[in-house]
């Protein structure tokens, strides 16, 4: 009994203490002596090599083999995307324009800057960045361009139409398809896709191929989130509908709240302000078949603010995609490299790690790139999905639970509200209430557990506090211990 | 007895000070987390009134805390969490001696605060805001005695951005990880152009030659010589202020589109650029016919040569130029006729010579 005793203690101390860092290494990519890497864009050439874009106008590659960069292009206006064609060939979101780098005599070298598109208007405000591409399965690019902001003004010279009734608010759009995300299709046609963003600096595909779009809370935005995005539609941030072909001579911000609210399509994941997300960035799938851990066909959304990235938990309910976030790699790093803030740009290597590159842009943020690398053989506890179900959510992890742990409704604290549609910049959090949870069953297997709760409302955000879930007798701790469910539709 | 009579005199000071100052100060929050001020100068016990006027794009605060307890501030308000934005981000403690609250931008709020004599440091409690957003209120008589603004270790470093670029001696001049080596283009914003400028440097003697072709209206705007571009504004922060002109404008195309063919309304469209040794080629249409420029520098003086290259028209050609004074323009076809040039019928190329008189 004491010799039992004392060999359970003696397990018990000799336990890890199960973090995120036994799961995730964090390494700092060696960065060109001189550059200031306010990291743009990133992407991988078929060859493997990273391939970034900063700040300054570089375009520059580098060979994970042998740690070098190596210059392939420069003097672009604050590139903020980058999409590899081949090994010779980059398209690259700038400023004015979506331009095609060719390296068309083979010295390693770009020495050929096409147009693909630049049928979009520029006031010369600071705030009309422009990002992507991002592109489909049929070919199609897509870009998106921020909208103005009345911090600034604008140029006496501006390029595009002007209308000034696109000139009112915080963030405005006076020039063409500010506010927009933009196709361009292979033929090199520019359509104008979708509106109501306000500063939409992230763009993604699922693993079935659905577009989405990240934005940032502010005028319009209670918080910030993440559009599934289609072709026609609306997401909210008025200015951009003075481009929309057909809407009538107006200021959108004349027209009542109540009307914008019906014609605008809501997120499908919201990312609390404060805790989850304050600039969130671009969304990329995790297509690494395992090699990144045991999220295969999630996706991640990178943030400017915060420690960690987001993990997305999607739920498609009648139709409608909506779903939870969690926080990804929070509180992540090793040998003394914590993962730092600033995470503007992701990409997956060949390898199955994933390079985040860092920007601040004279705000927030950090500067170079990270590279995250999984240690594999090791499954981390951690939530795996979230689905509404008709009376509460059922959640699956990545390991069988502990019976006790899994069955203690103090485990499960919920809070429901939401946030304002409103023209003020962002929102507090509006209605806060608590939700009871009156069962918890555990699944045969032990990995799902079916939570009732006491109601269930659309429209609101279920903040789920998780305590102190265990797996493997103890050993595990659950990692992600708060989880935002978006309930923009009822199970029913 | 004469430390008390000291204390009393102190005393006294302090309230005939009193009753006579009041002053009002507005301190701006702008781009970039800084305030436009970083170091406020009063009179000890001054009934200091300071206004936040939040010129960014982003909600501020501003709070005024004891003397060297910035951090400590930053941290406890950081330390809110989620509680955080019901209180401002302010702490409740007493190293808090006043503060504005959440100021949206576009708004303003103050505060109202008395200091004896001391360093007050200001700070935005935004979460992360703390460490670059801040600055010093020195409450003292002897303002003569406070360090120079250089070495003011109490407000944030002015150098920041000039010491990155100066941490590597390569970088110093070019702000790259590389030399900068002419012919060189960068797309940025500059003055007098649309805001799809190119900026190109050229070689030559004396800082060489530069232009700026815009890439909207697809001409080039001006010229200038003795050097390029300094993009050290347009770099800091987010990017709103202008590349500057490193040199002397010599020439400014300040006519209409240059181009007419036939007789319809020019729409020109911009299709990029190709390096031949460095030197940008430009593309554009107009009206279906391709054109492309390459812009050299005279190798003797102030000067530029535009090398075009053009597919055939069925209609014509034609170039205005409305005359400068101090300017020559030179076609190596036709001649300029009250500022026409018309193409003679199958021109492919030709160049156009800007020649300082």
Same mark, same amino acid.
Request: proline letters at 7%.
């Given at each position: 009994?004491?010799?039992?005793l004392?060999?359970s203690t003696f397990l018990w101390?000799a336990?890890?203490?199960?973090?995120?860092s036994?799961?995730y290494e964090?390494?700092?990519?060696p960065?060109?002596?001189?550059l200031?890497?306010?990291?743009?864009?990133i992407t991988?050439?078929?060859?493997?090599r990273?391939?970034?874009?900063?700040?300054?106008?570089e375009?520059?590659?580098?060979?994970?083999k042998?740690?070098t960069?190596k210059l392939?292009?420069?003097?672009?206006?604050?590139?903020?995307g980058?999409?590899?064609?081949?090994?010779?060939?980059l398209i690259?979101?700038q400023?004015?324009?979506?331009?095609?780098l060719?390296?068309?005599?083979?010295?390693?070298v770009?020495?050929?800057?096409?147009t693909?598109?630049?049928?979009?208007?520029?006031?010369?405000?600071?705030?009309?960045?422009?990002?992507?591409?991002?592109?489909?399965?049929?070919g199609?690019?897509?870009?998106?361009l921020n909208t103005?902001?009345?911090?600034a003004?604008?140029r006496?010279?501006?390029?595009g139409q002007?209308?000034?009734?696109g000139?009112?608010?915080r963030m405005y759009?006076?020039v063409?398809y500010?506010?927009w995300?933009?196709?361009?299709?292979?033929d090199?046609?520019?359509?104008?896709y979708?509106?109501?963003?306000?500063?939409?600096n992230?763009?993604?595909?699922d693993? +079935?191929?659905?577009?989405?779009v990240?934005?940032?809370?502010g005028?319009w935005?209670?918080?910030?989130?993440?559009y599934?995005v289609e072709e026609?539609?609306?997401y909210?941030h008025p200015?951009s509908?003075v481009?929309?072909?057909?809407f009538p001579?107006?200021?959108?911000?004349?027209?009542?709240v109540r009307?914008?609210?019906s014609m605008r399509?809501v997120?499908?994941?919201?990312?609390?302000?404060?805790?989850?997300?304050?600039?969130?960035t671009?969304?990329?799938?995790?297509?690494?078949?395992?090699?990144f851990?045991?999220?295969a066909? +999630?996706l991640?959304?990178g943030?400017?603010?915060?420690?960690?990235?987001l993990?997305?938990l999607?739920d498609?309910?009648?139709?409608?995609? +909506?779903?939870a976030?969690v926080?990804f790699?929070?509180?992540?790093?090793?040998n003394?490299v914590?993962?730092?803030?600033?995470n503007?740009r992701?990409?997956?290597?060949?390898?199955g790690? &994933?390079y985040?590159?860092?920007?601040?842009?004279?705000?927030l943020?950090?500067r170079?790139i990270?590279?995250?690398k999984?240690?594999?053989?090791k499954?981390?506890?951690?939530?795996?999905?979230?689905?509404?179900?008709?009376?509460?959510?059922?959640?699956?992890?990545?390991?069988?639970l502990d019976?006790?742990?899994?069955?203690?409704?103090?485990?499960?604290?919920?809070?429901?509200?939401?946030?304002?549609y409103?023209?003020?910049?962002?929102?507090?959090?509006?209605?806060?209430?608590?939700?009871?949870?009156?069962?918890a069953t555990?699944?045969?297997d032990?990995?799902?557990v079916? &939570?009732?709760?006491?109601?269930l409302?659309?429209?609101r955000?279920?903040?789920?506090n998780?305590?102190?879930?265990r797996?493997?007798?103890?050993?595990?701790?659950i990692l992600?211990?708060?989880?935002?469910?978006?309930?923009?539709? &009822?199970n029913? | 007895?004469?430390?008390l009579?000291?204390l009393?005199t102190?005393?006294?000071a302090?309230q005939t000070?009193?009753?006579?100052?009041?002053?009002?100060i507005?301190?701006s929050?702008?781009?970039?987390?800084?305030?436009?001020q970083t170091?406020v100068i009063?009179?000890?016990?001054?009934?200091?009134k300071?206004?936040?006027?939040?010129?960014?794009?982003?909600?501020?605060n501003?709070?005024?805390?004891?003397?060297?307890?910035?951090?400590?501030?930053?941290?406890f308000a950081?330390?809110?969490g989620?509680?955080?934005p019901?209180?401002?981000h302010v702490?409740?403690?007493?190293?808090?001696?006043?503060?504005?609250? #959440?100021?949206?931008?576009?708004n303003?709020?103050?505060?109202?605060?008395?200091?004896?004599e001391?360093?007050?440091p200001?700070?935005?409690?935004?979460p992360?805001?703390g460490?670059?957003m801040?600055?010093?209120i020195?409450a003292?008589?002897?303002?003569?005695?406070?360090?120079?603004v250089?070495?003011?270790?109490n407000?944030?470093?002015?150098?920041?951005?000039?010491e990155?670029?100066?941490?590597?001696h390569?970088?110093?001049?070019?702000?790259?990880?590389y030399t900068?080596?002419?012919?060189?283009?960068?797309?940025?914003?500059?003055?007098?152009?649309?805001?799809?400028?190119i900026?190109?440097?050229?070689?030559?003697?004396?800082?060489?030659q530069?232009?700026?072709?815009?890439?909207?209206?697809?001409?080039?705007r001006y010229?200038w010589?003795?050097?390029?571009v300094?993009?050290?504004?347009?770099w800091?922060?987010?990017?709103?202020?202008?590349t500057?002109v490193?040199?002397?404008?010599y020439?400014r195309d300040?006519?209409r589109?240059?181009?007419r063919?036939g007789?319809?309304?020019?729409?020109?469209?911009?299709?990029g650029?190709r390096?031949?040794?460095?030197?940008?080629?430009?593309?554009?249409?107009?009206?279906?016919?391709?054109?492309?420029?390459l812009?050299?520098?005279?190798?003797?003086?102030?000067?530029?040569i535009?090398?075009f290259?053009?597919t055939?028209s069925k209609?014509d050609?034609?170039?205005?130029a409305?005359a400068?004074?101090?300017?020559?323009l030179?076609? #190596?076809?036709?001649?300029?006729?009250?500022?026409?040039?018309?193409?003679p019928?199958?021109?492919r190329?030709?160049?156009?010579?800007?020649e300082?008189?």
């Amino acid at each position: 009994m004491f010799a039992s005793l004392l060999l359970s203690t003696f397990l018990w101390s000799a336990s890890p203490a199960d973090t995120i860092s036994d799961y995730y290494e964090i390494e700092d990519i060696p960065m060109p002596t001189g550059l200031v890497a306010e990291t743009g864009g990133i992407t991988f050439l078929p060859d493997g090599r990273l391939a970034a874009c900063f700040h300054r106008g570089e375009v520059m590659l580098y060979n994970p083999k042998t740690k070098t960069w190596k210059l392939f292009a420069e003097g672009l206006h604050d590139p903020l995307g980058v999409l590899a064609v081949s090994n010779k060939e980059l398209i690259v979101m700038q400023r004015p324009e979506l331009t095609r780098l060719t390296d068309t005599d083979g010295d390693g070298v770009a020495d050929q800057y096409t147009t693909v598109t630049d049928q979009f208007g520029m006031s010369g405000n600071y705030h009309e960045f422009a990002f992507g591409p991002v592109r489909d399965a049929k070919g199609n690019l897509y870009i998106s361009l921020n909208t103005a902001s009345n911090g600034a003004s604008i140029r006496n010279e501006v390029r595009g139409q002007y209308d000034e009734l696109g000139r009112k608010g915080r963030m405005y759009a006076c020039v063409p398809y500010r506010g927009w995300v933009l196709q361009i299709t292979p033929d090199g046609k520019m359509k104008p896709y979708a509106s109501g963003f306000r500063s939409p600096n992230g763009m993604g595909f699922d693993a +079935q191929g659905r577009l989405y779009v990240s934005d940032n809370q502010g005028d319009w935005l209670g918080t910030s989130k993440l559009y599934h995005v289609e072709e026609g539609k609306f997401y909210g941030h008025p200015t951009s509908l003075v481009w929309r072909s057909g809407f009538p001579d107006i200021d959108p911000l004349t027209l009542p709240v109540r009307t914008l609210d019906s014609m605008r399509t809501v997120e499908s994941f919201a990312f609390p302000h404060e805790f989850m997300a304050h600039s969130p960035t671009q969304p990329i799938l995790d297509n690494t078949g395992g090699r990144f851990g045991p999220f295969a066909g +999630q996706l991640f959304v990178g943030e400017m603010d915060f420690p960690h990235l987001l993990r997305i938990l999607p739920d498609e309910v009648g139709g409608q995609m +909506q779903g939870a976030c969690v926080p990804f790699l929070e509180k992540a790093g090793s040998n003394g490299v914590p993962l730092r803030i600033g995470n503007n740009r992701l990409a997956f290597a060949p390898d199955g790690s &994933l390079y985040l590159g860092k920007a601040d842009h004279g705000w927030l943020g950090d500067r170079g790139i990270q590279r995250i690398k999984y240690k594999p053989g090791k499954v981390p506890l951690d939530i795996l999905a979230m689905k509404l179900t008709p009376t509460g959510f059922a959640l699956t992890f990545t390991e069988a639970l502990d019976e006790k742990t899994a069955q203690d409704l103090a485990n499960y604290r919920f809070r429901s509200y939401y946030y304002e549609y409103h023209q003020a910049y962002g929102s507090k959090q509006i209605d806060v209430q608590t939700v009871n949870v009156t069962s918890a069953t555990l699944s045969a297997d032990r990995k799902t557990v079916s &939570l009732k709760v006491a109601e269930l409302k659309p429209s609101r955000i279920y903040e789920l506090n998780l305590g102190d879930l265990r797996s493997g007798n103890g050993q595990k701790k659950i990692l992600s211990r708060s989880v935002c469910y978006t309930l923009n539709r &009822l199970n029913i | 007895m004469h430390k008390l009579l000291g204390l009393l005199t102190f005393f006294m000071a302090v309230q005939t000070v009193r009753a006579q100052r009041d002053t009002t100060i507005t301190l701006s929050a702008i781009g970039g987390l800084k305030f436009n001020q970083t170091r406020v100068i009063i009179k000890p016990n001054t009934r200091l009134k300071l206004v936040l006027q939040n010129k960014d794009d982003m909600a501020h605060n501003l709070v005024v805390t004891r003397p060297n307890s910035r951090f400590r501030v930053v941290e406890f308000a950081l330390a809110l969490g989620d509680k955080g934005p019901a209180q401002h981000h302010v702490p409740v403690m007493d190293e808090v001696l006043a503060h504005t609250v #959440s100021v949206e931008p576009g708004n303003t709020d103050s505060l109202h605060v008395t200091l004896p004599e001391g360093s007050y440091p200001f700070v935005c409690t935004y979460p992360g805001h703390g460490s670059l957003m801040y600055g010093i209120i020195y409450a003292t008589n002897e303002p003569k005695r406070l360090p120079p603004v250089a070495e003011d270790m109490n407000i944030p470093n002015p150098n920041r951005t000039a010491e990155t670029a100066h941490a590597n001696h390569r970088a110093t001049t070019s702000g790259h990880p590389y030399t900068m080596k002419l012919p060189a283009v960068y797309r940025t914003f500059m003055p007098d152009c649309g805001p799809a400028a190119i900026a190109v440097g050229l070689p030559g003697p004396d800082g060489g030659q530069s232009y700026v072709f815009d890439a909207g209206q697809c001409r080039l705007r001006y010229a200038w010589s003795g050097g390029f571009v300094d993009n050290t504004e347009q770099w800091d922060g987010k990017g709103q202020r202008l590349t500057k002109v490193v040199g002397e404008i010599y020439y400014r195309d300040k006519g209409r589109f240059p181009w007419r063919i036939g007789n319809g309304e020019p729409q020109p469209h911009f299709k990029g650029y190709r390096l031949v040794n460095r030197y940008p080629e430009f593309h554009y249409v107009v009206n279906g016919v391709d054109f492309r420029e390459l812009i050299k520098p005279l190798p003797t003086k102030r000067g530029l040569i535009r090398a075009f290259t053009l597919t055939p028209s069925k209609q014509d050609v034609t170039f205005l130029a409305d005359a400068q004074p101090g300017i020559e323009l030179k076609s #190596s076809v036709g001649r300029f006729e009250n500022g026409v040039l018309r193409l003679p019928a199958g021109t492919r190329q030709f160049t156009l010579t800007i020649e300082t008189k």
